[in-house]
């Protein structure tokens, strides 16, 4: 698909913004954006995406957070908006389809935002980083873009629960294969886990921390037994969830200190030879990484 | 012509009467031009309600009924009955709807009947224009085509051709015998499957009634109820049938291996092969997309060794045309692919299996031999079934795939016969078990130590060790759990064959929203279908199990047997007609009929409607450019519908002059 010049707006949400704790999946993703050509604009004064725990409590509140942001979008007249935190993704699909759907939400909206009662908000859609880069993007000019091969590098894809539930228009619910593509465009060795798409425990690590262990165990040895040598992610929870209990599992789990467990969007970075501080990638995973690798110049 | 019109109002007990206020209806009907007697009657239908109409006929020398009561479709044929029996022609009759058209539809008394009044006054009217018309009898050809070689199939052919009638016997497959031939049991009696199903192929292939067109396939219908013209494909087999002795030589030569769908692609078999040992016809096919000498032009080992030179390369299709009476379809099912259920992995992880893959598994002529054991060559342990897979499931298809349950308790039975040690466990929304013998069966498995667990699998995983967790909610505990499995065997659901739909077109029948093919009344007509020479039996209507197929398959012999015997069929003089002196061929009407029933007469070059093919729909009629003169639709001509529409539109209950003339 020609992709060139194509613009949408961007809503970094509270965790992949500048100052937040995903902020390297942020950078990473804009960076690779810009590698490939495309320009994405910050949705102005953008404000938090209305929060699926928000929601619960006050379910008018939540949907007119989330309406303020595709209102703004709309204003700029970028009514394709790229997001990377799967929560965001969840709660501003969830947002869009009330609107569109129920007629009494969609009142109660326009009250206050009238623009999405125009007809140009039938244009709206909300992109998840990944399906923009597999299903507008594509293989081709990806692959155009590497500079250095991941060859041999074993990689496993952690999905989270969000990204394809249960929104699930660009893969299947229950099993993607999305990630999976791209590790393979960039050179490296997808390898499976049948609980890529399991809880990471989400919040009750504040209150359950056990409970949250217990699953995370699992994944971890699912993705050793097949060998792992890098975990991706794409959700800032999962990320930090991982690393957090890695440390806490200690020596429960047989999973390497040093094994990187890092954003997607940083692993493309690297093989499009993007530099290590763009990327918010530490030196020491970087250096492990490229000590896996084969390096191979592409043509 | 003088009109002595009767209208006779139904009660319809008080269907009618409690809305319909039936006694001003009778004084109106009685006061219209025309109406020499009107009378009303709690259930017209009935005995004496018919007889008061016979009686009046004869007694006032009527020329006309109306009867306002229910839907044409529950009682015009009684009525008409009424009449011819009563001497008066039966198209001399117009039914009124004041039931699901005024009484059923409304609360209001003085609107119904006003209503009533006006659709009464639109009838009389009508009659006026009725002309009396003649049924049309066209001869049968006395044999009938048979589409699948299944059980279904394989017990109409038996039935017919005993009773004498010439057969065709067409099946896709190299040989007869369908889905049960893959079956190692049956349910609840565990009668070897075999067993009971060979001999009735082997009859079928002696049979001098029945001709046997395996690997072959219909390619177009055309013709009518009594008169299909039938053109069936029969695949090149690159064996010579007539000179082949099923001797099995070129089987044990034949260097090329395929995966063996007979066994669910769990074994090998030859590129040159018979599906099972017991096929039916016994003669070798060679499998084009896998001979050697087809792919790469080598070999041709087979022609080397066959002792009766039966192998020829150069065998083409071959195009064989039929004339039968009526045909069957017994096309079976297709088994629902589990693998775009993504969460139960079937496809990815070795040791999830279908119900059919672990039927084959327990076959004694099977990939195993009858033993239980996984692809890794272990005996499993332990065994979750999961029911219901495909099938009450919104996402892919919302009926009872019928069987299931009894199948997965079965191959439950067997498992436990086959490794005496393993743990089985039955994951079930609701067990039915709805036939003769079959709660039995129920009790039976249970008592063997099946376990019996009521929840659907949530999704299947693999552990460290390499096992199989299986996680569902047991819904009578209320509780989330697993279970560590060395085997999970899906029961998958029955659903219509792939081409299904196409084969209704072929046929000109309808299917059902699930793509099965819609018989005429799920009651009272389950193996006839709207068209009326064709009938339905067996699964390709609905899921279905072996003795519900079988009586299907006699059923739908009957119906054929009792059409054929009838030596000519009735048709409905409700067509369309051509008036050649007047019809200058433009052929529009042609383009326009759905059932291909007008054509062009090449010698007046003007069109003509083949009578037993119109269905009276009146499209051509409506397309017609030189207007009603040309093309005429009997019992629905310009002047009966206008004079219908003018008593109501102009609301003038007395006649009205006809603003268009008929020739």
Sequence with gaps: ?299 | MDRKIGVYICHCGLNIASTVNVQKLTEFAQGLEGVVIARDYPYMCSDPGQELIKKDIKEYGLTNVVVASCSPTMHGPTFQKVCEEAGLNPYMFQMVNIREHVSWVTDDVEKATEKAKLLVAAAVNRVKFHEPLEKIHVPLTQSVLIVGGGITGIEAALKLANSGKKVYLVEREPSIGGRMAQLEKTFPTLDCASCILTPKMVDVASNPNITILAYSEIKEVSGYIGNYKVKVVKKPRYVDENKCIGCGLCATKCPSKVLDEFNMGLSYRKAIYIPFPQAVPRKYTIDRERCLYFTKNICRVCERFCPTKAINFEQKPEEIALEVGAVILATGYDVFDPSVIKRYGYGRYKNVYTGLEVERLTSASGPTNGRIILRDGRTPSTVVIIHCVGSRDENYHVYCSRVCCMYAMKLAHLIKERAPNSTVYELYIDIRAHGKGYEEFYRRVQEEGVIFIRGKAAEITESDNGKLIVTFEDTLLGKVQQIEADMVVLATALEPRKDARELARIFNIPVDKNGFFLERHPKLAPVSTVNRGVFVAGACQGPKDIPDSVAQGAAAAAEALALLSQGVVEAEPVIAEVNKDLCSGCRICISVCPYNATVFDRESKTASVQEVLCQGCGTCVASCPSGARTLRQRGFTDKQIIAEIEAILLKRFVPVEVLITET
């Design chain 1, 1 to 299: 698909m020609d992709t060139s010049g194509k613009a949408l707006s961007y809503y970094p949400g509270c965790s992949c913004s500048r100052n937040g704790i995903g902020r390297h999946y942020g950078f990473s993703s804009l960076a690779v954006l810009r590698a490939l050509g495309i320009t994405v604009s910050e949705i102005e004064d953008w404000n938090c995406c209305g929060s699926n725990l928000y929601r619960v409590v006050d379910e008018k509140g939540s949907y007119l957070l989330g309406a303020r942001n595709l209102a703004k979008a709309l204003e700029m007249n970028l009514p394709e908006i790229l997001i990377l935190c799967p929560a965001c993704f969840l709660s501003m699909n969830r947002t869009l389809t009330e609107i569109l759907a129920n007629t009494k939400v969609r009142n109660e909206i326009t009250k206050k935002y009238s623009i999405l009662g125009s007809p140009a908000s039938s244009r709206l859609r909300i992109r998840h980083v990944i399906d923009f880069l597999v299903n507008d993007i594509g293989e081709e000019a990806i692959k155009n873009r590497v500079k250095r091969r991941l060859e041999g590098l074993k990689i496993a894809a952690y999905y989270g629960c969000q990204i394809t539930r249960p929104y699930s228009y660009f893969d299947d619910p229950e099993f993607p294969t999305s990630l999976e593509k791209i590790i393979s465009w960039i050179g490296g060795q997808p390898v499976e886990s049948p609980l890529k798409t399991k809880c990471c425990g989400g919040m009750l690590m504040l209150t359950n921390e056990e409970e949250v262990l217990t699953v995370i165990e699992k994944i971890f040895n699912s993705y050793v037994r097949e060998g792992a040598e890098c975990i991706v992610t794409a959700c800032p929870l999962c990320h930090l969830n991982l690393e957090m209990a890695r440390t806490r599992l200690g020596k429960r789990i047989s999973v390497d200190k040093r094994l990187p467990i890092i954003y997607f969007t940083q692993l493309v970075g690297l093989s499009f030879g993007i530099g290590i501080d763009e990327l918010g990638i530490s030196k020491n995973i970087a250096e492990h990484l490229i000590e896996k690798m084969v390096l191979t110049a592409t043509v």
